[in-house]
């Protein structure tokens, strides 16, 4: 049996573990192949790949997302990568390549992507028992949100979601960020009319024109992640929208398993604003 992942690529499965040797440079595929029973055969990921930290601490690492340092993932001798198409350069996935066996690209762009994931993942590793009780969580915390936000009767909101600070920049319509918070009702503003045409950007992560997007938002949420943002921020902004936020990014950006616990999360923030 085969699976394919984004790319279209069939991966067939290793019921071998022994022989697994797995470089992970996306730090949520990090924490889920390690909720996958798969620690033990990680031998490489970034500086990013920080859950769960008792057992990440031994893994080598093999430099940031998108500054990855080829010549020691060769020297790790992997047998699988696993990479996302927001999260690493195609250039280097493509030089990795070279010598690297199997290659799996991810690219989960709404909530209900992460059972796909966790299936494709199962798959390839072997690993689907404990695949299926990440999705029998995942559709438990699922469908407790959709009842919650029914039940509480949470109106709409037009939301600007901020990942970063000079320049300030954002995220579109097409990110999983936007859908998660979709979700409970939150559309994320549309930004075409106010990018920051003097920074050069991703369309999908833009820079843009803080001071005439901000007053058309409900609601402007600070991420903690990828820009550090703080309580200081959040009180620096008061009075250019009408209400702004502090998230937690790990929760609301992370694919993976984090998005079983970004689900409940997303529930008690909108519960609160509400």
């Known amino acids: 049996m085969t699976l394919a992942d984004v790319r279209g690529t069939l991966h067939r499965r290793c019921d071998d573990r022994s022989k697994l040797r797995i470089v992970s440079l996306v730090p949520s595929l990090t924490e889920l192949l390690c909720d996958l029973g798969l620690g033990h055969a990680i031998v490489g990921r970034t500086g990013y790949c920080i859950h769960p930290a008792d057992e990440v601490e031994r893994i080598a690492k093999v430099g940031g997302t998108k500054t990855v340092n080829i010549e020691k993932i060769r020297k790790l001798a992997p047998t699988h990568l696993v990479v996302d198409i927001d999260e690493n350069e195609k250039p280097t996935v493509e030089a990795l390549q070279q010598f690297v066996p199997h290659v799996i690209v991810t690219h989960p762009q709404k909530p209900r992507d992460n059972l796909g994931l966790y299936r494709l993942l199962a798959h390839v590793f072997a690993a689907e028992r404990e695949a299926d009780r990440l999705c029998a969580r995942f559709e438990a915390a699922w469908s407790a949100l959709l009842q919650a936000r029914e039940i509480g009767n949470w109106p709409s909101r037009r939301v600007l979601y901020l990942i970063w600070k000079d320049p300030w920049m954002t995220v579109a319509r097409d990110t999983y960020i936007a859908a998660l ?36 938002a409900d609601l402007v949420l600070l991420s903690s992640e990828p820009y550090a943002f703080t309580e200081t921020h959040v009180a620096a902004l008061e009075g250019v929208a009408p209400r702004v936020r502090l998230v937690d990014g790990e929760m609301l950006s992370w694919f993976g398993s984090r998005a079983i616990a970004g689900l409940e999360y997303l529930g008690r923030l909108a519960s609160g604003v509400h």
């Open 181 to 216: 918070l979709a979700v409970v009702g939150w559309e994320q503003i549309e930004i075409r009319d106010m990018l920051d045409t003097g920074t050069k950007s991703s369309p999908r992560y833009p820079a843009i024109e803080l001071d005439r997007l901000a007053g058309r």
